[in-house]
Structure formats: C-alpha cells, structure tokens
C-alpha cells in the first residue's frame, strides 16, 4: 500500500519567515495530495491540494510543489504569521480501484510561529 | 451549508464494551470516510463508503470493528468488545463524489476513551 512520510516534525519559525514541509510517497499510481491544517482539539481543514496533472498550485501565501518522477511534494508558506501556527499534515490519495478513495497522511509537522 | 458531524463529541467506555460512533455527512456527499488518529499522529484509514456499499475496508483492524451507511447518508462505525488500545479521536469526512478526485472534508470527531 501507500506509504507517506513527512518532514520535518517540527517547525518553528519567525514571523515573516517562509516554512517548508515536505513529503515523499511511494506509489507511482497516486495522484491526489491534499494538504491539511489542524489546530489544537479541532478537525483537520484542507488548505490546498494538487492533482498529478499540474506541477505546482498557489492560494495567496500558501503554495503546493509536486515532482511526480522524484514523488515528492511540498508545502511552502510564505509571509508567516502566528495564526499559521498549527500541525499540518500531507496525504496521498490510494493506488487503484476502489482504493483511490483512501488518503494515507504522513505524521505532522508541528508549525510555530514567533511573533 | 452544514459541515460533517459527528456524535457524541467524547464518549469514554469500559474494556469490553460495546459502542457507536454517528457521523452525519455534508448532505449530498455520496462518500464517506471514516478515519483513527491517535494523539500525535496523522488520521489512519479505516473504511470507505461509495453511497451504501463499502468500496474499500482495508484499514479496519480486525473483525471487532463494523461500520455500516444503510441509506447512503448517515454512518455508524461499531466496536465491539473494546480494548484500551481502540482509545483514539475517531474521524468522518465525507466527499461529493468520492474515488479520490474531491475534497474531503472532515467532522470534529469522536474521542473514544476505553478504560
């Protein structure tokens, strides 16, 4: 099956700084990778996806990369701000069939903003 | 519109009892997802739903859990004879079209507590 892994951990950076998460996954045949914000108690909230058509994808100071020959893809945000702070998790969707449902998330990285 | 919702929000159990987990889809989402996250790790897999049929229940962990969408809509996860082990936040995230190509979006969660 899929196997996602992610880093760094954790992530503390200054206000104004640009972060960098990046992720690595291990089936060619995937082709969705969303990226998901949670906050402390709360539900994990997507902030942006790419599809495997398409290389990178910005949303104001949030961008996503994809190489899908390396398979890796990362999350760049730019302008930090306190607020960005939160654990931020990356998904690859399933390999086939029925499974491209399934998103198999890496393990977080713990993004701190200093003011 | 609505979110996904989940209820209860916190249930806390006995070792070896039996419990229901609810989730109420985005109405009109024809897949539903149910996911475990243990604390300090990304959301696990656990089954997928294509309207009433499960498309995809490789990351149940063993005959002790079930989960069933008889209508297409609303979705219970079941546990029987809980082990200390099964204590996570129990994730539903439903889709609009599902196999892999929307967005998921996520209900608050279920922390199951088994004592």
């Known amino acids: 099956g899929e196997n996602v892994e992610q880093h760094p951990s954790t992530l503390s950076v200054q206000e104004g700084d640009s972060a960098v998460i990046k992720c690595t996954y291990s089936?060619?045949?995937?082709?969705?990778f969303p990226w998901y914000k949670q906050e402390l108690g709360k539900r994990p909230q997507l902030i942006i996806d790419?599809?495997?058509?398409?290389g990178e994808k910005k949303d104001q100071r949030i961008a996503v990369t994809l190489n899908k020959t390396a398979k890796h893809f990362s999350l760049h945000i730019t302008e930090t701000q306190p607020e960005d702070s939160a654990v931020y998790f990356c998904?690859?969707?399933?390999?086939?069939?029925?499974?491209?449902?399934?998103?198999?998330f890496g393990q977080g990285t713990i993004l701190t903003v200093h003011p | 519109g609505a979110g996904v919702s989940q209820t209860p929000s916190n249930k806390v159990t006995e070792k070896g009892k039996y419990v229901e987990l609810r989730c109420d889809p985005i109405?009109?989402?024809?897949?539903l997802y149910w996911y475990r996250q243990s604390l300090g790790q990304g959301p696990e897999f656990l089954i997928y739903?294509?309207?009433?049929?499960?498309?995809?229940d490789s990351g149940l962990p063993n005959d002790r859990f079930f989960a069933v969408r008889p209508e297409g809509s609303v979705s219970t996860l079941k546990i029987q004879r809980t082990e200390r082990g099964d204590s996570a936040v129990y994730l539903c995230?439903?889709?609009?079209?599902?196999?892999?190509?929307?967005?998921?979006?996520f209900g608050p969660g279920t922390r199951l507590t088994v004592l």
């Open positions: 995230a439903s889709s609009l079209i599902g196999q892999g190509i929307d967005t998921q979006y």
């Open positions: 089936d060619s045949a995937s082709n969705y």
């Open positions: 739903f294509q309207g009433t049929g499960a498309a995809d």
């Open positions: 998904a690859a969707n399933g390999a086939g069939g029925t499974s491209y449902g399934k998103l198999t």
């Open positions: 790419i599809r495997s058509n398409v």
């Open positions: 109405s009109g989402h024809t897949a």
